[in-house]
């Protein structure tokens, strides 16, 4: 190689390594602190409130803290006469609306043309709503241990012009509410405010445990994606914890600002996934845990806890 063409070499990688600097400090300024807010069983059944007034607390409840928007993960089969206007209440408040499939099941997989098919049966029944932009999260990428399979269904979506979305931190927060409306259903009352202090801790955790590990690995932190579930009990302490994530320094933000940007949205050169935004910013693996959304006997020990904490034992079942 001559010299000119050792300069030429030396300006590219000169130019490359200002970029690459140029783009990590990007990445610090836009992903600093900022977490998005996705609910997940958006369609359950009524509890002590009806479906649609819990539905429509919860967003009340955001509103209230400023925020206009978070992501619903819908599963089609629970799309009713009944639980229409619910996705419609969604629709309507500019909520973005994500394909979580139609009537998914890890545990039920006959060929593997179920998946694509589950997720165009859910993918037909959200085309008339506004906000609903063919963005998908299908528990198989997140749960699933076949490779290949994964690898088809991740091929079928970028053909078939689905948009992708990832998560980064999931809490069990179903778990605390079933406590919750157990102690109800035997006519005793529960000291709310409690309930929410332990509620608000419960989730604050993980997300503080996220960004530290994060820092540690990248030295920065990036987005969060943090995935609750439309409960009673979420939709009482939403305002709340909305509050405590803006003292810690986060703010929450629209997930349209992450899922339809290319550039914040890795998936969106890499492939398509629910798993954690961590593996693929890292290269590491995850701890290798399978079936994300059921909760362990370990986690639920970890939420008696936090109810002991506030004193509210009466709600932790006795074995």
């Known amino acids: 190689?001559?010299?000119?063409?050792?300069?030429?070499?030396?300006?590219?990688?000169?130019?490359?390594?200002?970029?690459?600097?140029?783009?990590?400090?990007?990445?610090?300024?836009?992903?600093?602190?900022?977490?998005?807010?996705?609910?997940?069983?958006?369609?359950?059944?009524?509890?002590?409130?009806?479906?649609?007034?819990?539905?429509?607390?919860?967003?009340?409840?955001?509103?209230?803290?400023?925020?206009?928007?978070?992501?619903?993960?819908?599963?089609?089969?629970?799309?009713?006469?009944?639980?229409?206007?619910?996705?419609?209440?969604?629709?309507?408040?500019?909520?973005?609306?994500?394909?979580?499939?139609?009537?998914?099941?890890?545990?039920?997989?006959?060929?593997?043309?179920?998946?694509?098919?589950?997720?165009?049966?859910?993918?037909?029944?959200?085309?008339?709503?506004?906000?609903?932009?063919?963005?998908?999260?299908?528990?198989?990428?997140?749960?699933?241990?076949?490779?290949?399979?994964?690898?088809?269904?991740?091929?079928?979506?970028?053909?078939?012009?689905?948009?992708?979305?990832?998560?980064?931190?999931?809490v069990h927060d179903e778990y605390m509410d079933w406590l919750y409306q157990q102690r109800l259903l035997d006519n005793h009352t529960v000291d709310i405010r409690k309930l929410e202090k332990a509620y608000i801790n419960m989730v604050l955790e993980p997300v503080k445990n996220y960004a530290a590990k994060a820092y540690l690995l990248l030295g920065f932190n990036p987005r969060q994606v943090l995935v609750l579930h439309e409960t009673d009990l979420t939709a009482y302490c939403i305002t709340g914890l909305i509050d405590e994530l803006n003292k810690l320094g986060y703010k929450v933000i629209a997930p349209e600002k992450v899922f339809t940007d290319p550039v914040a949205n890795p998936y969106f050169v890499s492939g398509y996934s629910a798993v954690s935004y961590m593996p693929y910013i890292t290269g590491l693996r995850e701890d290798g845990r399978t079936l994300a959304y059921v909760v362990t006997q370990y986690e639920q020990q970890k939420i008696h806890v936090y109810l002991q904490q506030q004193g509210l034992d009466v709600l932790i079942p006795v074995h």
Do not use: W
Request: glycine share 4%; with cysteine; net charge positive.
């Open 1 to 170: 190689m001559n010299s000119l063409e050792r300069n030429k070499t030396h300006r590219i990688n000169s130019i490359s390594c200002v970029l690459l600097l140029f783009f990590i400090s990007c990445i610090k300024s836009v992903y600093a602190q900022e977490i998005v807010l996705a609910f997940d069983q958006t369609l359950g059944p009524a509890t002590s409130l009806d479906g649609l007034a819990r539905t429509k607390m919860l967003i009340k409840n955001m509103a209230k803290a400023d925020v206009k928007q978070a992501m619903f993960l819908i599963r089609t089969q629970n799309l009713t006469q009944k639980t229409f206007d619910r996705v419609a209440h969604y629709d309507e408040t500019g909520q973005l609306l994500v394909n979580a499939g139609h009537s998914y099941s890890i545990y039920l997989r006959q060929k593997s043309y179920a998946y694509p098919i589950d997720v165009m049966k859910a993918n037909a029944e959200l085309q008339p709503f506004f906000n609903y932009h063919q963005h998908v999260y299908f528990p198989y990428l997140l749960d699933g241990t076949d490779t290949t399979l994964k690898q088809q269904l991740q091929e079928f979506l970028a053909s078939h012009g689905y948009l992708p979305t990832y998560t980064t931190t999931f």
